[in-house]
């Protein structure tokens, strides 16, 4: 990785902004309808459930690369503002300590800015993550309604087969009957 020089703004700031405040924006509600099962339905559910958990991860790994990013250009501009309050410490003559410098730094509005702006990226990361999470208990709440539907199938299929296990007893007894009657009459 190449160093950034701190004299360069390639990282501004504020264009960073403008770039976050037209992008697609995570919605709480896509979500909450995403996540919803349809009982009625559980083949739909079941077949997109990997589209969804997809689409996720790619968000998920663009906002993760996003927090990374941003993580930089804090450091880019703690970097700055090291130099800047530094500079004009000593410009002014003024004796500073370590802890002083740390403070003016932190104040910085740059830094500030750039911590601001590294912390939403990093909160719309984990809200992706979670949601990853969300769609894994999807998936197995899909798998045991997949199970439940399937032991009820086969409930219904038991009773059918008693159904007929009975019918088929009941035409063996008239068979058997009718056997007998025949060899009555003779």
């Known amino acids: 990785m190449t160093a950034l020089p701190l004299d360069e ?9 403008k770039v976050e405040a037209s992008r697609e924006r995570f919605s709480a509600e896509t979500l909450r309808r995403d996540l919803a099962i349809n009982d009625a339905d ?69 830094y500030q800015d750039a911590l601001e702006l590294s912390a939403k990226y990093r909160m719309r990361a984990e809200m992706l993550r979670q949601s990853l999470e969300a769609l894994k208990q999807r998936r197995d709440m899909l798998v045991q309604k997949g199970k439940s539907r399937l032991e009820e199938l086969r409930g219904e299929v038991y009773l059918r087969g008693e159904l007929s296990l009975a019918d088929k007893k009941a035409h063996a007894k008239r068979k058997i009957a009718e056997a007998q009657g025949a060899m009555g009459d003779e």
């Open 9 to 17: 703004t390639d990282l501004p700031i504020e264009e960073t902004k």
């Open 42 to 110: 559980l083949d739909s559910a079941m077949t997109e459930q990997a589209g969804l958990y997809g689409f996720y991860s790619m968000q998920y790994a663009k906002a993760q690369f996003e927090a990374d990013q941003a993580k930089i250009r804090a450091e880019v501009a703690k970097a700055r503002a090291y130099k800047d309050v530094r500079s004009r410490l000593i410009s002014k003559g003024a004796k500073f300590s370590e802890a002083l410098l740390e403070a003016e730094v932190t104040l910085h509005p740059e």
